[in-house]
């Protein structure tokens, strides 16, 4: 008789010349029964063996990946994370592009402070196409500064938005700076400055203010004021006002630690104001 019977091990089947079938086990002599369990174990050693061997034959593609990582510049970075928004905006909209290439129509000008923990879309909550954005340095805004003007011409005559906010932020690199008495160099000490006039013209509020970190807070909140009244001394403004009664001026501070936003001042449109700032013949 030379039929081969199979049992099932734990390592699959094995076939045993010979055999018959018994409950538990084949039939065969005490040496074929060893060389049995020898091939047993064997595959099961080689099953182990491959199992621990796997991460390493991935290493040198971790290696290669680390490798990859380290060699891409920062910039290129985003390069490619703006690759991956927009096929997300696509999958979630495939005509989100078509929209935003054919109109701009926002409601909101934003003139915010350059610092990169204040972008004005994302603690809005709002949309590329919803608000027209101009930042600089504590948020300014200097009627020598043809920049501002510019955008402030564009979006109050061209893009006709109906309110202009002045967002200023709590733990501005800015208004610390205008409040010492170190020199930065010309540049910066000119644009600081106007951060100097507004605390010269609140000096007797902020010095009481003991605790500095509430003395620079106030005068956070005290710059916002001052730069939503400038917007109103422009005769941009002042046109816009007569002639169509908008935009409405809006003075906000953010908070870093807590990312609400304080309404701290506003002017409607035909607020008035020092008689010397009205232009009587628009
Ligand atoms: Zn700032």
């Given amino acids: 008789m030379n039929r081969a019977w199979r ?9 045993e010349p010979g055999a018959r079938p018994t409950p538990g086990f084949s039939r065969k002599g005490k040496g074929q029964k060893a060389k049995g369990n020898w091939q047993v174990k064997n595959r099961f ?4 063996f491959a199992f621990c061997s796997l991460p390493f034959a991935f290493c040198p593609l971790l290696f290669g990946f680390c490798l990859f990582s ?6 290129e970075k985003l390069l490619r994370d703006n690759k991956a928004w927009a096929a997300e905006q696509l999958k979630l909209n495939p005509n989100y592009f078509d929209g935003l290439a054919h109109l701009q129509t926002p409601e909101f000008l934003w003139i915010g402070c350059s610092d990169s923990r204040v972008p004005a879309n994302e603690i809005t909550g709002t949309q590329p196409g919803e608000i027209f954005v101009h930042r600089n340095v504590a948020n300014l ?13 564009y979006a109050v005559n061209h893009l006709k938005v109906r309110h202009v906010i002045v967002c200023g932020h709590y733990g501005c690199g800015g208004i610390k700076a205008a409040s010492t008495t170190t ?8 644009w600081l400055r106007s951060i100097k006039d507004v605390y010269r013209l609140h000096r007797k509020e902020l010095d009481s203010i003991k605790n500095e970190e509430e003395r620079y807070d106030r005068l956070v909140e005290l710059n916002v004021v001052e730069q939503v009244t400038n917007l109103a001394k422009t005769s941009i403004v002042q046109r816009a006002w007569k002639n169509e009664n908008r935009p409405h001026l809006h003075g906000w501070v953010y908070g870093l630690k807590d990312g609400i936003i304080k309404p701290v001042f506003e002017m409607n449109a035909g607020t008035p104001m020092d008689p010397i700032y009205e232009y009587t013949d628009l």
């Avoid at 380290?70 to 910039?75: D, E, I, L």
């Avoid at 020199?183 to 000119?190: E, S």
């Fill in 7 to 15: 049992r099932k091990s734990s390592s699959g089947f094995v076939t």
């Fill in 45 to 48: 050693m080689l099953i182990v």
């Fill in 70 to 75: 380290s060699a891409m510049k920062s910039y």
């Fill in 141 to 153: 805004v200097i009627n020598t500064d043809v920049n501002l003007l510019s955008v402030l011409d």
């Fill in 183 to 190: 020199d930065f160099k010309p540049v910066l000490n000119m």
